[in-house]
Each structure stands twice: as structure tokens, then as C-alpha cells.
T-cell receptor
Framework: AQKVTQAQTEISVVEKEDVTLDCVYE???????LFWYKQPPSGELVFLIRRNSFDEQNEISGRYSWNFQKSTSSFNFTITASQVVDSAVYFCALRDVTGTASKLTFGTGTRLQVTL | GAVVSQHPSRVICKSGTSVKIECRSL??????MFWYRQFPKQSLMLMAT?????????EQGVEKDKFLINHASLTLSTLTVTSAHPEDSSFYIC???????????????FGPGTRLTVL
């Protein structure tokens, strides 16, 4: 069975601080995809990144960066110089590639509050 | 590209009535769509996988007779909450899987969600 754990339920930071959101996953598959989504108060999921299990290269996109460590089954997300607009719930998700379903398993989410 | 719409975005209904939610892929064909439910301050839970032209596959614990899913075309799936009760009040989100040639990623694209309130 697949599982995604986001141990941090809520994080509160002051603007311009860096913040790292943790994600640990479990899967028996050797091929899988990992995702991060942002869910602002409006509710719509915003896709941030997808990483496949064979690509452990870290990625940076503006203030966002991701650290994929297969050895520890972690896919952590760092926001540098946080801004109030970053306030949202962030979900880490895992997708298998077995069969035809390609189901997504979501973590419980981390609520990030960035204050002035 | 890869836009998924949901209608309505918000609905309030009386207990005992049925509510239909539509999920459309606007610029791609989706042989598979997924329906999720999200209770306040909780994660998204997959309810069912909707396959065009065949019966939906429901996750364990989801009542198929209560949550009717129809995927009649490659761009439309509907979720009908029958005899809705207050405990069905939730945020319902669909996603559509793009299997188009050239995209190659077999990616899911999410709709904006439908907030259902049952009085």
C-alpha cells in the first residue's frame, strides 16, 4: 500500500523567512511519481512539480526548491524568502504507474501561514 | 491547455435531494477521470475512478448507490450525490487524465472543485 506522510500540520513563519515542508512516502513500486500541489483558500489545486523516481536531481524554480532523497524516501519542498501569498495548504502526493488507474495518494497537507 | 472545469462551483441543497456535479475536460480527451472528496482541513480522498464507457471503480467505503458516476463521453463525467444529507457536505474535486498522443506524461489535471452544502 502506498502512503504519504506530511508530519507538519501547520507552520507559521514571518515574511522573508525560509521554510521547508517535509514529505515522506512509502511505496513498493520502483517506478513512481511524486508531486507537490498548493491549495490556496479558494480551494483550487495548483500543480507545483512532478518528479519521477529515476530522477533524483534537485530542482529550483524561483523561490521554490525541491529535495528528492530516494534513500530516505523523502521529497521535501523549500520556499525561500516566503511571502504572504505563499499562505496555503501544501500537499505532497504519490502516483503509481501500475495497471491503468494511476491513482494519486495525497498526504494530509501542511498549512503554511506567512505573516508580515 | 489542459483545463478542467467543474459545474457548479458551489451548491446548497436541502436534505434528501439529489445534486449533480459536472466535470469537463475542455481541451483534451480524458478516458479516465477521478473524483475526490475533501472535508474541511483534511486531505483529498479518492472516491472513485471514472472510465469512459464503463462502470466507475469505487474506493473502499464509498457507497456506489449514493454517489452515482457517469462518464458518457471523453470530455464529461458527472457525479450525482443522491438523497444528500448534511454529512455529505464537502468539497468535491475532479481530475481528468490526459492520455493524448504527444503529451506523454499521463498527467492528471484538476478541476476547481465544487463546494456542496446540504442543509
Amino acid at each position: 500500500a502506498q502512503k504519504v506522510t506530511q508530519a507538519q500540520t501547520e507552520i507559521s513563519v514571518v515574511e522573508k523567512e525560509d521554510v521547508t515542508l517535509d514529505c515522506v512516502y512509502e511505496t513498493r513500486d520502483t517506478t513512481y511519481y511524486l508531486f507537490w500541489y498548493k491549495q490556496p483558500p479558494s480551494g483550487e489545486l495548483v500543480f507545483l512539480i512532478r518528479r519521477n523516481s529515476f530522477d533524483e536531481q534537485n530542482e529550483i524554480s524561483g523561490r521554490y526548491s525541491w529535495n528528492f532523497q530516494k534513500s530516505t524516501s523523502s521529497f521535501n519542498f523549500t520556499i525561500t524568502a516566503s511571502q504572504v501569498v505563499d499562505s496555503a495548504v501544501y500537499f505532497c502526493a504519490l502516483r503509481d504507474v501500475t495497471g491503468t488507474a494511476s491513482k494519486l495518494t495525497f498526504g494530509t497537507g501542511t498549512r503554511l501561514q506567512v505573516t508580515l | 491547455g489542459a483545463v478542467v472545469s467543474q459545474h457548479p462551483s458551489r451548491v446548497i441543497c436541502k436534505s434528501g435531494t439529489s445534486v449533480k456535479i459536472e466535470c469537463r475536460s475542455l481541451d483534451f480527451q480524458a478516458t479516465t477521470m477521478f473524483w475526490y472528496r475533501q472535508f474541511p482541513k483534511q486531505s483529498l480522498m479518492l472516491m472513485a475512478t471514472s472510465n469512459e464507457g464503463s462502470k466507475a471503480t469505487y474506493e473502499q467505503g464509498v457507497e456506489k448507490d449514493k454517489f452515482l458516476i457517469n462518464h458518457a463521453s471523453l470530455t464529461l463525467s458527472t457525479l450525482t450525490v443522491t438523497s444528500a444529507h448534511p454529512e455529505d457536505s464537502s468539497f468535491y474535486i475532479c481530475s481528468a487524465r490526459d492520455m493524448g498522443i504527444g503529451r506523454g506524461t499521463d498527467e492528471q489535471f484538476f478541476g476547481p472543485g465544487t463546494r456542496l452544502t446540504v442543509l
